[in-house]
T-cell receptor
Framework: AQSVSQHNHHVILSEAASLELGCNYSYGGTVNLFWYVQYPGQHLQLLLKYFSGDPLVKGIKGFEAEFIKSKFSFNLRKPSVQWSDTAEYFCAVTPSGTYKYIFGTGTRLKVLA | DGGITQSPKYLFRKEGQNVTLSCEQNLNHDAMYWYRQDPGQGLRLIYYSQIVNDFQKGDIAEGYSVSREKKESFPLTVTSAQKNPTAFYLC???????????FGPGTRLTVL
């Protein structure tokens, strides 16, 4: 069965620390990859997405993610986090040509001021 | 304003009652989705619809039903057959070309 794994369930960082959140998926074909963020009390919103081309994609608020096909991974990174990055982050995969999304279990990030 | 509306924000029901959650979008999106969000389990797909009058079961469809009579609307009914209905329910819509999803604010359902 297709699945998405986010191994870090809770992450606590100090401001200015670097962030890397892991995301691995299980699907043998072509996929589209997404990271969504849910700030406290707000809607889920798209952070960044990968469809094709350059495997290093940049999103909003200084986030980036790298697609490594051989590792079935799409890790999220940010060089220096801010208190306002405190949120829950979800990785999602959709096999190309389908409408079905598969979400990971999410990672709660808390950034200490 | 374009977006997705879910109502109500909080909903309380007695055990054994069916309840319908509303989802409306004015983004002219073809696809609409219902998810259930529980702590530590992420978002789990209940139903999705690619086009009017058509919908498919997601991973946890048992105890739920949907309809898609209009492009703008995709209501979800939580039936009495759903064993653990208390949860946060999210509706989303998406475009065919870019396949990105836009989410509503959610409805928190509590069954007493």
């Amino acid at each position: 069965a297709q699945s998405v794994s986010q191994h870090n369930h809770h992450v606590i960082l100090s401001e200015a620390a670097s962030l890397e959140l892991g995301c691995n998926y299980s699907y043998g074909g072509t996929v589209n990859l997404f990271w969504y963020v849910q700030y406290p009390g707000q809607h889920l919103q798209l952070l960044l997405k990968y469809f094709s081309g350059d495997p290093l994609v940049k999103g909003i608020k200084g986030f980036e993610a790298e697609f490594i096909k051989s590792k079935f991974s799409f890790n999220l990174r940010k060089p220096s986090v801010q208190w306002s990055d405190t949120a829950e982050y979800f990785c999602a995969v959709t096999p190309s040509g389908t409408y079905k999304y598969i979400f990971g279990t999410g990672t709660r990030l808390k950034v200490l001021a | 304003d374009g977006g997705i509306t879910q109502s109500p924000k909080y909903l309380f029901r007695k055990e054994g009652q069916n309840v319908t959650l509303s989802c409306e979008q004015n983004l002219n999106h073809d696809a609409m989705y219902w998810y259930r969000q529980d702590p530590g389990q992420g978002l789990r797909l209940i139903y999705y619809s690619q086009i009017v009058n058509d919908f498919q079961k997601g991973d946890i469809a048992e105890g739920y039903s949907v309809s898609r009579e209009k492009k703008e609307s995709f209501p979800l009914t939580v039936t009495s057959a759903q064993k653990n209905p208390t949860a946060f329910y999210l509706c989303a819509s998406g475009t065919k070309l870019y396949n990105e999803q836009f989410f509503g604010p959610g409805t928190r359902l509590t069954v007493l």
